[in-house]
């Protein structure tokens, strides 16, 4: 255990920002400020929305997006990548408050982000990248269903005091409230999803002349379509005194300052409870936040992130943020695509995203409250769209039962179940269809060889040898012909052997030598050989019946 935690083995503590900041000149902060007022921008409606959809009030995703942003990006171990709450939080933190409490969401989340931090500094990190992609698209587009559900009660205007928390009960409740529906709330939603998606998103110049239309593409495309919409509801709302619930209706409105220090109320009794949670948090942060790290590296030319550093930094952001009202944090991929688009290129942008949201906040909070949640919910649902990867459905078929059955399974679990029962059989389920396959290609071949003394037999194996293919060892006996004084193991492409495979060879051993055949081993790699040697089984069998290849028979 020591020799586990001696220093080499742990990731030391050194932000990204540290080595970007060596040569930062007044152009680099010039780029880094205007993405971070870019991404502050577009990060405002966001994290209202997620916040609201998450059961919680709009501030604690302001907080989170300001705080853990804030830290992140400052402690991260990437260039870009911009913290804050997301999308794929949704379901799990909504579960969380509706089953355990606000207090104990807090508590969960301080304890992932303990237990994020130990996963970096541990060097995890490259751990989370052997989550099968199956799994990852089934659970992404499983959360993406349960929020597209979760907004409708808000898109549709309904008169619900609260959603429960599982997919068939939120189903019938809305259909028991459809007498309700809201048509002013319904065109308002329709209205901002229809704009988020057309609006422009980028602009490409074109060649020759400007067109009025290229002048406006160019223009509209440095404003968020979000922000527009967002903006464009609030004001159609109030000018036209619509009734709709918004942000003051139902919260209050925000409130013009950051929250004070405060802790949670905790216990040993409360924090066995909320080991589940923990581990969901903690588990989908590092997956989040470590896949969007990956899809920033591919779209700019920086240096590639450190995914224990990045670790460690989620790790504090989400340990401290709950102090102060906040939700889970993690990275997300549209907040960190905007500011890599924008010119971003150092942790600066981020630190800086999360210095205008406060800014924001601390000058035009009140006009929030006049947001209808109709609108929010337009966008979530564009957000929702745009998170799942809907193509891999139709694209089932050209792969195998095994992926199909992982991806479909996973699916159905997070929006039957939960994230952390669709994790868990879907990694069950890799693990099992994987053993399954490499136990198939895994053989044993008998191999005529002409030129052997007469009674030597060679089967010739193949591939690796472990318990999920020890089968085919056992029944090789059967296959030895009458007459038969050697049996030669040809194994120069057995790439490896466990001790499973190592007891399945003895048990061969006896046997064969029950009815007075030798045994003996060609061309063993050294993974097997060293096995072989450690456990005892090459002094049982001697010297002589380990050679270098069949023809030193």
């Known amino acids: 255990m020591l020799s586990f935690l001696s220093r080499d083995r742990l990731q030391p503590f050194r932000p990204r920002l540290l080595s970007a900041l060596q040569g930062y000149d007044r152009g680099r902060f010039l780029a880094d400020l205007g993405a971070g007022l870019t991404v502050g921008i577009v990060a405002l409606p966001l994290a209202m929305a997620f916040a609201i959809a998450s059961g ?12 853990a942003g804030f830290l992140i ?70 959360i993406a269903v349960l929020i597209g559900l979760s907004q409708l009660k808000d898109l549709l205007g309904l008169q619900v005091a609260k959603m429960p928390g599982d997919f068939f009960s939120q189903i019938a409740t809305l259909a028991r409230h459809l007498d309700s529906v809201n048509p002013w709330a319904v065109a308002i939603g329709l209205a901002c999803l229809v704009l988020v998606v057309v609006w422009p998103k980028s602009y490409t110049m074109p060649v020759g002349p400007l067109t009025w239309r290229d002048k406006f593409r160019r223009h509209a ?28 209706s139902k919260f209050g409105g925000i409130p013009q300052s950051l929250p004070a220090f405060e802790l949670p109320e905790f216990t040993w009794a409360t924090a066995k409870q909320l080991v589940i949670p923990t581990i969901t948090i903690a588990l989908l942060g590092a997956i989040e936040s470590l896949l969007c790290a990956r899809v920033a590296d591919n ?24 102090f102060f009202g906040g939700i889970p944090a993690t990275g997300t991929i549209a907040r960190t695509v905007t500011n890599v688009r924008a010119g971003g290129r150092t942790p600066v942008a981020g630190m800086l995203h999360a210095l205008t949201l406060l800014v924001i906040v601390l000058v035009a909070a009140p006009l929030a409250q006049h947001v209808p949640l109709a609108a929010l919910a337009g966008i979530l649902l564009f957000v929702a769209w745009n998170m799942g990867e809907w193509r891999e459905f139709a694209r089932l078929r050209q792969f195998l039962l095994p992926y199909r059955t992982v991806l479909v399974g996973t699916f159905v679990l997070t929006v039957v179940f939960d994230l952390t029962v669709a994790v868990e059989m879907g990694l069950l ?7 399954y396959r490499m136990g198939t290609l895994f053989s044993v071949t008998h191999v005529p060889r002409e030129g052997l003394p007469p009674g030597n037999e060679v089967f010739e194996l193949f591939g690796s040898l472990f318990f999920g293919a020890v089968g085919k060892i056992e029944a ?13 193991l040809e194994m120069h492409r057995l790439v490896s052997m466990d001790t499973s495979g190592l007891d399945a060879l003895e048990q061969l051993h006896t046997a064969l030598k029950g009815r007075g055949i030798a045994l003996v081993l060609a061309s ?28 030193a028979l």
């Not at 495309?221 to 003051?248: F, H, K, M, W």
């Not at 090789?476 to 030669?488: A, D, M, S, Y």
Request: include cysteine; hydrophobic fraction near 50%.
């Open 429 to 435: 389920a890799a693990c099992g269809f994987f053993i």
């Open 221 to 248: 495309a440095q404003v968020p379509g979000t922000v527009i919409a967002l903006a464009g509801a609030t004001a159609v709302a109030q000018l036209l005194s619509l009734p709709v619930e918004t942000i003051g």
């Open 73 to 142: 990006s400052a402690l991260g171990g990437s260039n870009v990548q911009i913290g804050g709450p997301a999308g794929a939080f949704i379901v799990i933190v909504y579960g969380i408050v509706e089953r355990y409490g606000l207090a104990n969401l807090l508590i969960a989340t301080s304890l992932a982000g303990l237990l994020l931090f130990l996963m970096g500094w541990l060097k995890l990190g490259a751990l989370v990248r052997y989550i099968p992609v199956s799994i990852v698209i089934g659970f992404t587009n499983g």
């Open 524 to 551: 063993v790699n050294p993974q097997p050989l060293g096995l072989i040697q450690r456990s005892g089984f090459a002094a049982e069998l001697g010297a002589e019946a380990i050679i270098p290849g069949v023809e």
């Open 56 to 67: 919680v009030k709009p501030e604690a995703g302001l907080f989170t997006a300001i705080i």
């Open 299 to 322: 779209m700019a030319e920086i240096p590639r992130h450190d995914p224990n550093q990045e670790l460690m930094a989620q790790g504090v952001a989400n340990f401290v943020t709950p």
């Open 476 to 488: 090789l006996p059967e296959q030895v012909p009458e007459g038969t004084r050697t049996v030669v």
